[in-house]
């Protein structure tokens, strides 16, 4: 069965440092979307991507985030400067059509301390 | 308020027990999708529908689009069953999820 890939599973980094996080999508899709899960709380929708661009945008999602498809098969999602409230669950989805199943990574849960 | 309500937010249930899992929406949706999380964080997409019935060996997922409101049922729980139910829908691309329903089958 296809599936979405993200690494690493587990990042810790320190306040105000840069970190990246990968996703692999399913080959043949082309709608891309980062959403993140803080400890406790619901999934929340940060950003979607198709076409190599930005196609939504959640509040959430400011200046200190970018995403990017750099090499035709990773889509990235960067934070340049992690705040504690960074510190979350970040998942990947992937589908083939705006209104098809949604495939999930794995997920990266990155501790900010 | 919430777009997306779930209800109940813990359940726990004996082996073998029928179990329904509610879900209420307020925006427009183009879908509804119900999903499973494992404790481990993973999330997998359990059904994607916009009218009617479907049904996954155990799992059946109703929606009434004129009430807003779809229901996960879980015929013969079983233990391996317990994770978290979320409810998500989508206006059209993203989605929109509810807090979670977590469940606990017990032996």
Known sequence: EPEVTQTPSHQVTQMGQEVILRCVPISN??????????????????????????????????????????????????????????????????????NTEAFFGQGTRLTVV | KNEVEQSPQNLTAQEGEFITINCSYSVGISALHWLQQHPGGGIVSLFMLSSGKKKHGRLIATINIQEKHSSLHITASHPRDSAVYICAVSPGGKLIFGQGTELSVKP
């Open chain 1, 29 to 98: 899709h082309l709608y891309f979307y980062w959403y993140r899960q803080i400890l406790g709380q619901k999934v929340e929708f940060l950003v979607s991507f198709y076409n190599n661009e930005i196609s939504e945008k959640s509040e959430i999602f400011d200046d200190q985030f970018s995403v990017e498809r750099p090499d035709g098969s990773n889509f990235t999602l960067k934070i340049r400067s992690t705040k504690l409230e960074d510190s979350a669950m970040y998942f990947c989805a992937t589908r083939g059509q705006p």
